[in-house]
């Protein structure tokens, strides 16, 4: 049975190897990993808040904060990087018991569905890598902006007008206080700064190559906003042709945030694409 929208909204919590984990957990069947992007005051809930409910009509959609991120526990020692973030979902896969899933990744989240699948491809059916960084990223004008943000409900409007949706009438009061706030909670605007400009981490560190991209033969979808300005639509250009298997639907009129600006086509869409895997 379907968990309520307010129910999935609140979450729940697991030790993922010593990492009190939030997530978020409906539906039933074929297990399906939903991973947020790195944008001041993101959590899973804020990234897949308009998908989850649906998807979890078919499938069973799982969506975690990542380590130093949202409601999810921010060790002392943890140094932020590809790698531990990677890690971190694998502890938190193994927690839930999941054997063979698939992965729908954001942005941050899209680069560490390529790194799981590149280290244990037997276990990752399908993903979805939706304006995610690849072969060709550069430093855009929008990253620049996402890691310079300090916590404002002005700056925080300003950053999501500019930079997340080609419609500003998508950017309401409501969606604003939402990410402010869990962008200005204890800790949360320290941990984010240190993961990208702290010499201790290594969180701006995603590069792939095309070798690696070229052996990742995990069937996927490529998924992109037309005006991108935060990972620009060239980057799945170059991607879908790496990849042994990959398939590219670009949105127009559209920036960073399909799932959001286009959530109906979006989840049509990724429902049909998983669902060729089961």
Not at 7 to 14: F, K, R, S
Not at 147 to 165: C, G, H, I, K
Not at 200 to 206: E, S, T, V, Y
Request: hydrophobic share 40%.
């Amino acid at each position: 049975m379907t968990a309520t929208t307010t129910d999935l909204a609140e979450g729940l919590y697991a030790d993922a190897r010593g990492v009190r984990t939030h997530y978020h957990d409906a539906g039933t069947g074929h297990p399906v990993l939903f991973l947020h992007g790195s944008g001041p005051g993101v959590s899973g809930w804020a990234n897949w808040r308009l998908n989850l409910p649906v998807l979890a009509d078919r499938f069973r959609v799982l969506a975690p904060d990542v380590v130093g991120f949202g409601a999810t526990e921010r060790p002392a020692d943890v140094r932020y990087s590809l790698r531990s973030w990677t890690d971190h979902v694998w502890d938190f896969a193994d927690a839930m018991g999941l054997e063979r899933f698939s992965v729908v990744g954001n942005s941050l989240g899209g680069r560490i569905a390529l790194e799981m699948a590149n280290d244990r491809p037997e276990r990752v059916a399908r993903m979805v890598l939706m304006g995610s960084p690849g072969v060709g990223m550069t430093i855009t004008e929008g990253l620049r902006a996402l890691r310079a943000y300090t916590p404002s409900p002005e700056n925080m409007r300003d950053l999501l007008r500019t930079y997340f949706a080609v419609d500003p009438d998508l950017i309401t009061d409501d969606l604003v206080r939402i990410r402010y706030e869990a962008s200005a909670a204890p800790g949360v605007h320290e941990a984010y700064t240190a993961m990208f400009t702290d010499s201790r981490h290594d969180g701006g560190n995603l590069g792939i190559t095309e070798e690696q991209v070229r052996a990742t033969a995990t069937p996927s979808l490529l998924v992109h906003g037309r005006e991108d300005r935060v990972v620009p639509a060239d980057v799945s250009w170059t991607m879908v042709n790496l990849l042994p298997d990959a398939d590219l639907r670009v949105f127009a009129r559209c920036g960073h945030w399909t799932q959001i600006e286009r959530a109906d086509e979006f989840n049509a869409t990724v429902a049909d694409f998983l669902g060729r895997g089961q």
